[in-house]
């Protein structure tokens, strides 16, 4: 079994910061790629941002230059370091990860975590 543990949401006001965390546990042979989505009220769950084994990443356009991505891979952890905050940006960020365990490899699957919602308001 994997599971993906989100930290980090909260309460903030316009122009704030907050770092989400996405921890992955269990089986896991080889981490390819994490990202982070994220889904308004009445819209459809969107990419943020993604992190590649080697390091390269994706960002929305929306985010670009606001959000960055990283990952520690001894933790099997990914993180969301998000600045000037916007109003738009409220949503619940789910953390994904394609990863292979140790009964799936070499072949990576498709993981999802519970979400952790970020609310930026004044």
């Known amino acids: 079994q994997v599971q993906l543990v989100e930290s980090g949401g909260g309460l903030v006001q316009p122009g704030g910061s907050l770092r989400l965390s996405c921890a992955a546990s269990?089986?896991?042979?080889?981490?390819?790629?994490m990202g982070w989505y994220r889904q308004a009220p009445g819209k459809q769950r969107e990419l943020v941002a993604s992190?590649?084994?080697?390091?390269?990443?994706n960002y929305a356009d929306s985010v670009k230059g606001r959000f960055t991505i990283s990952r520690d891979n001894a933790k099997n952890t990914v993180y969301l370091q998000m600045n000037s905050l916007k109003p738009e940006d409220t949503a619940v960020y789910y953390c994904?990860?394609?990863?292979?365990?140790?009964?799936?490899?070499?072949?990576?699957?498709?993981?999802w975590g519970k979400g952790t919602l970020v609310t930026v308001s004044s």
């Open positions: 992190i590649t084994s080697g390091d390269a990443t």
């Open positions: 269990g089986s896991i042979f080889r981490i390819n790629a």
């Open positions: 994904n990860a394609d990863l292979a365990t140790v009964v799936s490899r070499p072949y990576g699957m498709n993981y």
